[in-house]
């Protein structure tokens, strides 16, 4: 009988083809999917992001952890979907005007995604109208925006201001970060909680939504 | 290769501390340890500050000419401040920097051309960030063409083609050396990058930088922005020098072996 925490184990060691053996293997034993999920895989992600958060990881091993997860996400997405089991909470991420830094957006959303949250990614230099448009359309229960320019600081003002004006700011948690932003900062553009890493980030969007 | 000095940069906590105290005893020691190192040229840096960046901007260039007979590097995508420190700057500064964004390069140009500056210019467009070496070549080229036509010379411009940290696009580095190789092939002009990109993320970054460094070098790099005050880069440099045979005799090679200096 597979232990989920082989499959934790062996996420946090990147080994992806191990991980997608041992998923399989527990499913065969009779382990629900959202139990591997849970257990496995968001357990796993969990370590990885405390360890990086201490930096006692590297970047590149986060990224390979991320692949191990998706290698078992794999799997289990299509079951998870079937069994009702699937994500509610959606969690938007893009990285604002005029900036290109995607690294840190990038860790984040595979964080969240560890943590079984949907992640949208709407991508680089996104504009506060694509911000409008993007809520809008997908309906995210928290929207991430990402600056690592202090020239580019402005551009989450400007995106909270335009989802303000387009009568979406309320229907949405705001969680915003990058290296030069604070939590000073956060309340002074009016945004709903600030993360200074990926690991807390997905504590700060829990946080949030228990506030819904 | 001309060595540029990285330290007086406002993301570093103690020079941004030192930057809102007007502490300019600290900055001006930073800059006379890089130049002591083999600094050439000095890189500077307010950006942080976005509120009085100009006026920062302006006392920095001042405090660190004061002390330090080197020309800088002007490092801000504020025309305001790039013109606030050109303003005071003594002898031919660097602009930090353009990008082939028309409203960038239009802005800042100008400025370049009336205060007979050189500019580095990045390889970004309205569409972000090339990933391959032809894409950064082709950037290459139309920055060469626009600072032309603002009366700036080939051998003024600093091509940036941009290096990716290892830890996060392990393919980019290639492309980025085969980059430098095209570029190179354009008449006179220039190349240059910051090298710490690269390790970053990684463990004992020093030895990858120090490296990386002999890497560009043998892809024809011009320019570097580096801490010149890491043994272990600085004593890559000059051994890469020695052996490609941009230095003569090996003369710098010897010279800082006998001062000890590798
Ligand atoms: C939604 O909620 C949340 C919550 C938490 C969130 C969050 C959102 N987003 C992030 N977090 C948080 O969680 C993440 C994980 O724990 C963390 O994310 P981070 O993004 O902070 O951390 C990442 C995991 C790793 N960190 C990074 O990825 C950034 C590293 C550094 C070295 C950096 C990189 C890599 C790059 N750069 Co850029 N670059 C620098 C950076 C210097 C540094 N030491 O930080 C910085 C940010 N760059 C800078 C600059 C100036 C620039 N860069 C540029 C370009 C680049 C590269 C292309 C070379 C590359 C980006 C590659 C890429 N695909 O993203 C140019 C701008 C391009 C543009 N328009 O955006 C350029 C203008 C060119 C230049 N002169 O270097 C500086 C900013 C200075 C300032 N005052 O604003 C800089 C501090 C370097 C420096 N020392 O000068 C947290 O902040
Ligand atoms: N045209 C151009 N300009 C540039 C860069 C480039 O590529 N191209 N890149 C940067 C080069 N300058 C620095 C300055 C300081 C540091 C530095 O010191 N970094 C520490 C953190 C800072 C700290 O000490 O807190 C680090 O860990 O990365 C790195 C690059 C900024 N200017």
């Known amino acids: ?212 | 290769m001309l060595i540029i000095g990285e330290k007086i940069n406002s993301t570093r906590q103690r020079i941004n501390r030192a930057l809102i105290s007007k502490d300019s005893h600290y900055i001006q020691q930073v800059a006379v340890d890089q130049v002591a190192n083999g600094a050439q040229v000095l890189d500077v840096n307010c950006g942080i500050n976005i509120k009085n960046e100009p006026e920062l901007m302006s006392w920095l260039v001042r405090i660190v000419q004061e002390k330090v007979k080197v020309s800088l590097v002007i490092d801000s995508p504020n025309p305001d401040a790039l013109e606030a420190g050109l303003k005071v700057h003594q002898g031919s500064a660097i602009v930090n920097s353009i990008t082939a964004e028309k409203n960038r390069y239009e802005k800042i140009l100008p400025l370049v051309k009336k205060y007979q500056a050189k500019v580095i210019a990045l390889t970004i467009d309205e569409k972000g960030m090339p990933r391959t070496a032809r894409e950064r070549f082709d950037l290459a080229k139309k920055l060469v063409k626009v600072t032309a036509e603002h009366g700036i010379p080939a051998k003024d411009v600093y091509i940036d083609s941009l290096v990716h940290p290892v830890s996060t696009e392990p393919q980019q580095v290639t492309e980025f050396l085969e980059a430098l190789r095209l570029i190179k092939t354009l008449p006179d002009v220039q190349t240059i990058c910051g090298l710490s990109n690269v390790s970053f993320g990684l463990p004992n970054r020093s030895l990858l930088n120090a490296t990386f460094v002999a890497m560009v070098l043998c892809s024809g790099l011009d320019a570097a922005i580096i801490d010149p005050t890491d043994k272990s880069i600085r004593s890559a440099i000059k051994a890469a020098e020695a052996l490609l045979n941009r230095d003569q005799y090996c003369a710098s090679y010897i010279a800082a072996h006998r001062e000890s200096k590798l």
């Not at chain 1, 925490?5 to 034993?29: R, S, T, Y």
């Not at chain 1, 257990?39 to 969990?46: D, F, R, T, V």
């Not at chain 1, 990224?63 to 938007?92: C, E, N, Q, W, Y």
């Not at chain 1, 604070?182 to 949030?208: C, H, I, M, W």
């Open chain 1, 1 to 212: 009988m597979i232990d989920p925490k082989q499959i934790a184990e062996n996420l946090i060691n990147g080994q992806a083809p191990k991980v997608k053996e041992l998923v399989e293997q527990a499913l065969k034993d009779g382990l629900t999917p959202g139990q591997i999920l849970k257990e496995g895989l968001i357990e796993g992600m969990n370590v990885v992001g405390t360890r990086f958060k201490a930096n006692e990881f590297y970047i590149p091993e986060v990224l390979v952890a991320a692949r191990a997860m998706h290698a078992g996400m794999d799997i289990l997405k299509p079951l998870l979907a079937k069994s009702g089991d699937k994500p509610t909470v959606k969690f938007m991420i893009g990285t604002v005007k005029g900036d290109l830094h995607d690294i840190g957006k990038n860790l984040v959303g595979m964080m969240m995604e560890g943590a079984g949250f949907e992640v949208i990614d709407v991508g680089i230099d996104v504009s506060p109208e694509k911000f409008v448009e993007a809520v809008k359309e997908k309906k995210p229960h928290v929207v991430g925006m990402s600056a690592l320019l202090t020239t580019t600081m402005p551009s989450i003002k400007t995106s909270i201001e335009a989802l303000k004006s387009a009568g979406v700011r309320d229907k949405t948690k705001i969680l915003i970060g990058g290296a030069p932003i604070t939590e000073n900062f956060a309340q002074e553009v009016g945004a709903d909680g600030y993360a200074p890493d990926a690991a807390s980030a997905v504590d700060k969007a829990r946080e949030l939504l228990q506030q819904r």
